[in-house]
């Protein structure tokens, strides 16, 4: 796949991500509500959120910026990734908890 056709879709995930990310967080605030939750994973929960959201502020800018090398881009595509795979790793756990979609 050549750099052009994974940066749009990348964009497209980006406004895909842009849509999810406060419906997820809002399930982790509710999640964290739950009652049984030891203070760790109320924590846990919380360190969750503010790493979801720190990944997408930095694929978010990284995606913004007008680089062109080659070692930016493998920069973009891995952070995008450690995105998408931490959002997964959310869902698993809220899914987990049985928090409702």
Request: zero cysteines.
């Amino acid at each position: 796949m050549d750099e052009t056709t994974r940066r749009l879709q990348i964009g497209v995930e980006m406004m895909t991500w842009i849509g999810a990310m406060p419906h997820l967080l809002k399930r982790l605030g509710e999640a964290e509500r739950m009652p049984g939750l030891s203070n760790s994973e109320k924590q846990n929960l919380r360190d969750i959120a503010k790493r979801l959201t720190d990944l997408f502020e930095k694929a978010g800018e990284m995606a913004d910026a007008d680089q062109s090398n080659q070692e930016f881009f493998k920069q973009l595509i891995a952070s995008t990734d450690e995105l998408r795979e931490a959002i997964v790793k959310a869902n698993v756990i809220l899914d987990r908890l049985k928090v409702p979609d």
